[in-house]
């Protein structure tokens, strides 16, 4: 069964339709309180990583012969990945100059080298953190909806335009194939420090898993 519908919050929205226009949107939102520069990185806290300042940045699961990557995308990762789609395009999840990051965003890849589709459903996702904190993503038709509801001029161009980028309401990854696209969530709670990203009911075949992803802030120490 389908969560209920997500409505970005307008200010997102408003942020997502002027970057996909080429003009300057609203102040992006956050949480509360601005912290200091941080890493999202893999798996649980380790001191020494902390320490040396290390550690990796990608989640793996292997379920038989389907592989899930997840790395969480920081704002010039997500340029990065936003520009390999759409070369002209800016990124529309950029926080406005000086303004806190507006959005959280995990790339996921799928690698499905076993002889049965794999049927991914993102609203079955759901990101949890050691805030007590439980999020949905934000999917395409969340999106269109907020865009109406925002008075957007285009809404079908916001649609149109991250289709070919973000998870939508379901995705068939074909035997034998590869798929790599974004989660998008809103901004990460208030002093967190670990989280979990957890796919239920994913369909490999006839068969159902569920498979979870951890990460943990790091400080960022340049």
Do not use: C
Not at 137 to 163: I, K, N, Q
Request: no cysteine; charged share 25%; aromatic share 10%.
């Amino acid at each position: 069964m389908r969560r209920a519908p997500y409505f970005a919050p307008v200010p997102l929205i408003l942020l997502a339709v002027a970057a996909l226009a080429g003009a300057p949107g609203p102040r992006a939102v956050g949480s509360a309180r601005e912290e200091g520069p941080y890493r999202v990185l893999a798996g649980a806290y380790s001191r020494k990583d902390a320490k040396t300042g290390t550690g990796g940045t990608v989640v793996r699961a292997v379920l038989g012969e389907l592989t899930i990557a997840v790395e969480f995308l920081d704002p010039g990762a997500r340029e990065a990945f936003v520009r390999s789609i759409a070369p002209a395009m800016p990124d529309p999840f950029a926080a406005r100059p000086g303004r806190p990051e507006a959005f959280s965003v995990f790339r996921v890849s799928f690698t499905n080298r076993s002889g049965v589709d794999v049927q991914f459903q993102p609203q079955n996702v759901v990101l949890l953190t050691d805030r007590k904190t439980q999020e949905f993503p934000v999917d395409l038709t969340d999106l269109y909806r907020s865009a109406e509801m925002a008075g957007a001029s285009d809404p079908e161009r916001v649609f149109e335009r991250l289709t070919p980028m973000m998870f939508d309401s379901a995705t068939t990854i074909a035997k034998g194939t590869s798929l790599e696209r974004l989660l998008v969530f809103g901004p990460f709670p208030a002093k967190w420090k670990d989280l979990r990203l957890n796919f239920s009911f994913l369909q490999i075949g006839t068969e159902t898993r569920t498979v979870s992803f951890d990460f943990h802030k790091q400080p960022d120490k340049g």
